[in-house]
């Protein structure tokens, strides 16, 4: 079982916008970090976003994403949603959530990914 799932990615057009979800099943999903990261084709995967558990007070963001990315989460649904504007078509990757422990943007400290969501962006 897959302990996340992403949805919402697709193709868009440069300028637009498109949200990421990132669902999961397991209930103490609430308490963990959650982030997005990305990874684009011969390119590592690089952060993108992540917000602390529970209301999610404290977020943090690539300076790639500052003032066109929002990370949010509705603990009722266990979803953390990735909402993506004034898309460029250097946004275009794979997209990846993960739960954490940790509050922090280094990958090797998530240990829960999803599959992963396409994002291409056109120009």
């Known amino acids: 079982q897959v302990p996340l799932v992403e949805s919402g990615g697709g193709l868009v057009q440069a300028g637009g916008s498109l949200r990421l979800s990132c669902a999961a099943s397991?209930?103490?999903?609430?308490?963990?970090?959650v982030g997005w990261f990305r990874q684009a084709p011969g390119k590592e995967r690089e952060f993108v976003a992540t917000i602390m558990p529970w209301s999610g007070g404290s977020t943090r963001y690539a300076d790639s994403v500052k003032g066109r990315f929002t990370i949010s989460r509705d603990n009722t649904k266990l979803t953390v949603y990735l909402q993506m504007n004034s898309l460029k078509p250097e946004d275009t990757a794979v997209y990846y959530c993960?739960?954490?422990?940790?509050?922090?943007?280094?990958?090797?400290?998530?240990?829960?990914w999803g599959q992963g969501t396409q994002v291409t962006v056109s120009s």
């Open positions: 397991w209930a103490t999903f609430n308490s963990y970090t």
């Open positions: 993960a739960a954490s422990s940790y509050f922090n943007a280094r990958a090797e400290d998530y240990d829960y």
